[in-house]
């Protein structure tokens, strides 16, 4: 399959562009923000076949301390992080000066794109993000003309798989919280990220688990019994990686 991803096809392709042709995001630097391991390692998969370097902040205070330091061609920012909305630092780079290139929203939740958008995000990618194409269109068609790549490409049909201990790491990390949560927003929290990881990891039925004790959570019922079973779920899938 073949796309265009600029206006002219007779301009000619910056000579970096020519001799990597299957690494187009080469040169570029990505921020992801993103609080869980699973899958910021899939985003790190994506940019090392694309050609991108990449670095990454679990938090909003991490990414300052990031941005304080350098500018990123690319940010890709999670929606749901332990210490506030993505879309608060989505909004507070697009009207920066000058402003990060490219800005894009991720989320397991598909229904948040019109947030990140709103916000100021140049485009949205919904997890589980593995595909390669789908990856490098989304910061190739929202980069500016003068760092886009002119002509036709191939589009690489690459499915990257993360490796599970990302996964077991996410895990580890709701047990921890659930075993010692002070407080209901603390489940709040981690129920959001754990149906973010368990979309990632294509386990739809913790997923529904851990969003239904979102739901609960927001509409005030008792969560014992959600707790309950969402801890043991979660020793199971522990157990499950930890032989793998």
């Known amino acids: 399959m073949l796309t265009k991803t600029g206006p002219s096809a007779d301009k000619p392709l910056p000579q970096w562009r020519l001799s990597l042709p299957n690494r187009p995001l080469t040169g570029l630097t990505v921020l992801v923000i993103e609080d869980s391991r699973f899958a910021s390692e899939a985003v790190r998969l994506l940019c090392l076949k694309s050609g991108a370097r990449i670095r990454r902040a679990d938090c909003l205070r991490s990414a300052a301390r990031h941005l304080r330091t350098y500018r990123p061609a690319v940010l890709i ?88 201990s990302g996964l077991r790491d996410d895990l580890t990390h709701v047990a921890e919280v659930l075993s010692s949560a002070q407080d209901t927003t ?42 309950a079973r969402i801890s043991g779920m979660v020793q199971d899938r522990l157990s499950r990686v930890a032989e793998m």
């Open 77 to 164: 920012v999670d929606l749901g992080l332990p210490d506030g909305d993505g879309t608060t630092l989505i909004a507070e780079l697009h009207g920066a000066e000058p402003r990060v290139p490219v800005i894009l929203g991720m989320s397991g939740n598909p229904d948040l794109a019109s947030e990140a958008l709103k916000a100021g995000a140049d485009g949205f990618l919904a997890k589980p993000v593995e595909s390669l194409a789908v990856f490098q269109q989304a910061i190739l068609s929202a980069l500016p003309p003068e760092g886009a790549a002119w002509g036709l490409r191939v589009l690489p049909d690459d499915v990257i798989q993360p490796d599970q």
């Open 186 to 227: 603390e489940i709040d929290y981690i129920a959001r990220f754990l149906a973010g990881v368990a979309r990632s990891a294509h386990d739809p039925v913790l997923e529904a688990a851990a969003t239904a004790l979102a739901r609960d959570y927001q509409a005030g019922y008792a969560l014992a019994t959600d707790l």
